[in-house]
């Protein structure tokens, strides 16, 4: 990937390179990988009824089996504010997921935090979804006290929240929290020098300064930083009693201070908790395939937690 870096140049911001056509281009040539082929596994579209009106999944690999396979729920990143179905942190992940853990993937298209939507929908969305796969287990083809939450990036943060509100209100936690390239935080802890000096060999384009994150943040808010509760920003939040969790970081990531954060917050809760550097790695590396070496290690480990039955560290 550093090799493309020279294409960002002249690209104001990663929301341009992602929604500007006239990035398209650029965008096509950074994210291309020809050759690369996913995971050929059952797809299909289905809907969640939640508070705010239904909340369109798409369901991998459902239906076969005895009824004893785990189901991961899964959110995108994008900030809050972008991303889809069909990008490959969201389509490519669901694929692998499902086929290396042989288990059910429900992809979830949250609401984005645009045009004056704000924190709780994308919340609200993702707790609708995963009490969705619960009492339809059985149609799945799942076993319904193997139902994991999982995501990336905003999607990590969402996942997070979710597994809280369904620990506090419904009195059952998912199996497990797989918590990816994630903010846990209103306000990111600093980094240290030595996180700092890798982070200057990153274009600029491909940071999250203080500024960036106070804006996608706010966005999400809809207000003020200090209006924000645990299930908004799970490092807020009391952790004791959640499920399992895998933390997954990026090595050349301005976020991995959240992650790690997180990560020492939920082992002094008592959580079982494992927490993984993803070696050489930038944010957004499951948008990447499976064949670069620590993406594909990452999606091992992952696909490990799903068919794990009881604790994940060891």
Known sequence: MSSRFPLLEGVPSIQALVEDPQYAQVRAQFESHPGHQVPDVSVRPDAAPGPHGPVPVRVYNDGAGDGSRPCLVWMHGGAFMMGDLDMPEADWTSRELAKRADAVVVSVDYRLCQGGVHYPVPHDDVVAAVRWVRENASSLGIDQGKVCVGGASAGANLAAGAALKLRDADGQPPARLVFVYGVAHSVIPPMPDAHAALMREVPALLKFPPEATSFFNHNFLGGPLSTADGYAFPALADLRGLCPALVLNAEYDDLRTSGEAFAAALAAAGVDVRQ???????????????????????????????????????
Request: aromatic share 2%.
């Open 276 to 314: 993984v550097m993803v070696a050489s790695m930038l944010h957004g590396f499951l948008n990447l395939p499976a064949s670069i070496g620590p993406v594909g290690d990452a999606l091992e480990l992952i696909a490990e937690t799903l068919r794990v039955p009881a604790g994940i560290t060891g």
